[in-house]
């Protein structure tokens, strides 16, 4: 399968612990997006990246968040001191430049829970 | 602040019927998607298109983006109920940047 993975699927946590989210992108593609979506909503952008350089962040990203992508590969989220409302899925995409538009395809999410 | 909005939020059919899901903003966008999405999944790109006035066709879905590029519909044909599922369109102001999100259409294909 070479599509976008993300790791774990489901991730119930309490409130107040830090959790920490994998996405692999498809091989060649350079930007990795992060978006979170809440029930009936569409997906909110939180940041993107261009190879390892971290380019837009949203508003919506407080201090308690932050993305790394190292190697230019995969990324981390993490989020530090959960809130309950941080409940959410958490969506990665990938895309490739040159490409029409911004052609991102989506991982399968990761459902944070926090209770 | 780039807006899109989508109409109807809600659409329950019957089996067979046409629909047509509206995508509109008051900004230009270089390029805009169209998604779908079930429960529990991540979405998945149905199509882009990037130049004003375009028509592009996938079997009975057919999608059309506006001459200045700030609108966008998407219209299914004899609709099945593989076919329910949240509907999304997201716009790209310039290529590769971020995609902006409309919060979606749930369509309901009855049998």
């Known amino acids: 399968d070479t599509g976008v993975s993300q790791d774990p699927r489901h991730k119930i946590t309490k409130r107040g612990q830090n959790v920490t989210f994998r996405c692999d992108p498809i091989?060649?593609?350079?930007?990795l997006y992060w978006y979170r979506q809440t029930l009936g909503q569409g997906p909110e952008f939180l940041t993107y990246?261009?190879?390892?350089?971290?380019?837009?962040k949203s508003r919506l990203l407080s201090d308690r968040f932050s993305a790394e992508r190292p190697k230019g590969s995969f990324s981390t989220l993490e989020i530090q001191r959960t809130e309950q409302g941080d409940s959410a899925m958490y969506l990665c995409?990938?895309?490739?430049?040159?490409?029409?538009?911004?052609?991102?395809?989506f991982g399968q999410g990761t459902r944070l829970t926090v209770v | 602040t780039q807006l899109l909005e989508q109409s109807p939020q809600f659409l329950s059919i019957q089996e067979g019927e046409n629909l047509t899901v509206y995508c509109n903003s008051s900004?230009?966008?270089?390029?805009l998607q169209w998604y779908r999405q079930e429960p529990g999944e991540g979405p998945v790109l149905l199509v882009t298109v990037v130049t004003g006035g375009e028509v592009k066709k996938l079997k009975r879905l057919t999608f059309q983006f506006g001459d200045a590029r700030k609108d966008s519909s998407l219209h299914i044909t004899a609709a099945q109920p593989g076919d329910t599922g949240l509907y999304l369109c997201?716009?790209?102001?310039?290529?590769?940047?971020?995609?902006?999100f409309g919060e979606g259409t749930q369509l309901t294909v009855n049998p």
């Open positions: 997201a716009g790209a102001r310039t290529s590769g940047s971020r995609l902006t």
């Open positions: 900004s230009v966008f270089s390029s």
């Open positions: 091989s060649e593609h350079n930007r």
């Open positions: 995409a990938s895309s490739l430049d040159g490409y029409r538009g911004t052609e991102a395809f």
């Open positions: 990246f261009q190879n390892e350089a971290q380019l837009e």
